[in-house]
T-cell receptor, first 111, second 114 residues
Framework: QQQVKQSPQSLIVQKGGISIINCAYE??????FPWYQQFPGKGPALLIA?????SEKKEGRFTISFNKSAKQFSLHIMDSQPGDSATYFC??????????FGSGTKLNVKP | DAGITQSPRHKVTETGTPVTLRCHQT?????MYWYRQDPGHGLRLIHY???????DKGEVSDGYSVSRSKTEDFLLTLESATSSQTSVYFC?????????????FGPGTRLTVL
């Protein structure tokens, strides 16, 4: 049973548009929700993360929206650029021990 | 890649043979993790370590064992490789002493079991 469900599987966005990736979880004990970006042939790299005591976190063009009651969180990429084309993973963790990842979203930003 | 190396980077082996993958870090981080990445499954935790000789199972630990005899090295062993273990394996490290406890990932090892 997958602990974190991610959608969509793939996403095509025009340059300058907004990319939105959604994740849902069941375990209410999760207390740390990171997003990772992965380029082909590389390991994932932390993009942005949020704790459940805040509803939104913004870093540059990247924003996490967190809805604790719905057990959902999403990544918004504003002004999407071709260089943002990558695979994005959401994840969740309890007390920073085990990390559970979503299945990934392959983003393609068209020039 | 934050002082993490994995070896080998690519390996092709045959069903039934033992395989050991090595993760080496130069960051002196306490926590180390082994994940496998498969299409449609994201990354799944195999085993992790919270100190020398201290390890615990992850989601998909069957068929895998680990050892950590030194802070800098975390070994993943497939005792008898099967085709279902064909995957890309990533090692990650975490310091455990900062607010967000970021995980840093290695470059990965592509393993093919024929």
């Amino acid at each position: 049973q997958q602990q974190v469900k991610q959608s969509p599987q793939s996403l095509i966005v025009q340059k300058g548009g907004i990319s939105i990736i959604n994740c849902a979880y069941e375990n209410t004990a999760f207390d740390y929700f990171p997003w990772y970006q992965q380029f082909p042939g590389k390991g994932p790299a932390l993009l942005i993360a949020i704790r459940p005591d805040v509803s939104e976190k913004k870093e540059g063009r990247f924003t996490i929206s967190f809805n604790k009651s719905a057990k959902q969180f999403s990544l918004h990429i504003m002004d999407s650029q071709p260089g943002d084309s990558a695979t994005y993973f959401c994840a969740a963790s309890y007390n920073f021990n085990k990390f559970y990842f979503g299945s990934g979203t392959k983003l393609n930003v068209k020039p | 890649d934050a002082g993490i190396t994995q070896s080998p980077r690519h390996k092709v082996t045959e069903t039934g043979t033992p395989v050991t993958l090595r993760c080496h870090q130069t960051e002196n981080h306490r926590y180390m993790y082994w994940y496998r990445q498969d299409p449609g499954h994201g990354l799944r935790l195999i085993h992790y370590s919270y100190g020398v000789k201290d390890t615990d199972k992850g989601e998909v630990s069957d068929g895998y064992s680990v050892s950590r005899s030194k802070t800098e090295d975390f070994l993943l062993t497939l005792e008898s490789a099967t085709s279902s273990q064909t995957s890309v394996y990533f090692c990650a490290i975490r310091g455990g002493n900062s607010t967000y406890n970021e995980q840093f990932f290695g470059p990965g090892t592509r393993l093919t079991v024929l």
